[in-house]
C-alpha cells in the first residue's frame, strides 16, 4: 500500500491521503465531495500480494446516503442505476460498487469511480431526464401494477389485416373498448392520429386516451390533429398517474349504464 501512498500523492501533488480503518483497508482523504461539501465515500483494498492489484470501492456508503433522500424502490429506478454502473464500468454486490485496478491505472480507474458515485449520488435530481428516457416503460410498469381491474392487453390490431395500426393498450370494462395510446414524440403522434380516424372510418365502438411523453415536445399542428382524433389526453404521464384511473372509472361506468 506503501507504493499506492506514493503515486496518488504525487499524481495529486499531495493533495490527498489514505486513513487505515482496519488491516488492508484504506479511506481515501481527497478533494472529491458530494453537492452538499461532504466528502465522497472511496475506500481502497489490497486484493493481491505485492499491492499489485487493488479494488476501489464504497462500501455500501453512496447508496445508504442516497436512501435519505431517493429509493431505488422500482423495476425502472433498479434499470437506471444498473445503466449507470455499466456505461460506466463498474461492478456491484450486496450493495458495495467497487472497481479493481492495477497500481499503475489507479489515478484513472479513481477518477472514472468518483464520477460514478457522484452520478448515483445525483439519482434524485435527474428523474425528469429518467421518465423522459423511460417512458414507455414507466407507462408498462403503471399499467402492469395499477390497471388490471381494467384487463390490459398490448399490441392489440382492431383491424386485422390492418397491422400498422396497433392500439398500445386495449382496456375493458363496460361495453366499449378503451384504445390507450402512449405518445413519445411526433411521430407516434402522427401514427396514433391515422389510426383512430381508420379505426372511426371502419364503424368501430370504442373510446381513445393518449398519454403523452410531454405536450410541448409536439408542434401545434400535430397536437391539433390528435386533439381531434383522440378523445381524451393527459399531458404528461403524471397527469396520468395522478388521474388517469379516476377518468377511466367514469368513462366505464358511463359505458355500462
Partial sequence: MENLIKKLKAQFNSHIDLKEKQQGLFQL???FF???G???DIYFK???NGGNLIRICDYGMTLMRLSYSYDIDTPNKEKIFKRILL???VCFDQGNIFIDAKLEEIYPRLMQFSQVVAKISNMSYFKREVIKSLFY???DEFVEESLQKFNPRRGILPIAERDELEVDYKLEDGKKNIYMFGVKDRDKARIVTISCLEFIRAGL???SIAVLEDSDNLGRKDRDRL???IDKQFPTIDDFKESGIQYLERETALQAS
Fill in 29 to 31: 482523504v481527497a478533494p
Fill in 46 to 48: 489490497e486484493l493481491a
Fill in 34 to 36: 458530494h453537492e452538499d
Fill in 205 to 207: 365502438l370504442f373510446r
Fill in 87 to 89: 456505461e460506466n464500468g
Fill in 137 to 139: 416503460e414507466l407507462l
Fill in 227 to 229: 386533439t381531434n382524433a
Fill in 38 to 40: 461532504d466528502m465522497l
